[in-house]
């Protein structure tokens, strides 16, 4: 079974860190890279952060110093974590291969950021 499935997120204050998770298949993780994205509401859904060999690319200028991402290839897991959290980081966050893969996009995990 190929999947990719988030969990992790929740409800926090401003400034607090959070690292949500993504787990998959060991199919899925013969990718090599994997991205997390996330949509605001009544905004698109947009790259976050692209997990690359020995770390990790920010796509968002305002997340740049603020997320990364590590993963685990004997778990099949890969996380974000998310430090300083602002409201505008609110959104429904999703896992995905880069590029991503219509057969990946899965429910996300929300989070949200209060003031």
């Known amino acids: 079974q190929v999947y990719l499935e988030e969990s992790g997120g929740g409800l926090l204050q401003a400034g607090g860190s959070l690292t949500p998770s993504c787990a998959g298949s060991t199919s899925t993780f013969s990718f090599t890279e994997i991205g997390w994205y996330r949509q605001a509401p009544g905004k698109q859904r947009e790259l976050v952060e692209r997990?690359?060999?020995?770390?990790?690319?920010s796509y968002v200028d305002s997340v740049k110093g603020r997320f990364t991402i590590s993963r685990d290839s004997a778990k099949n897991t890969v996380w974000l974590q998310m430090n300083n959290l602002k409201p505008e980081d609110t959104a429904i966050y999703y896992c995905?291969?880069?590029?991503?893969?219509?057969?990946?996009w899965g429910q996300g995990t929300q989070v949200t950021v209060s003031s």
């Open positions: 997990s690359v060999f020995g770390g990790s690319i």
């Open positions: 995905n291969t880069y590029p991503p893969s219509n057969n990946y």
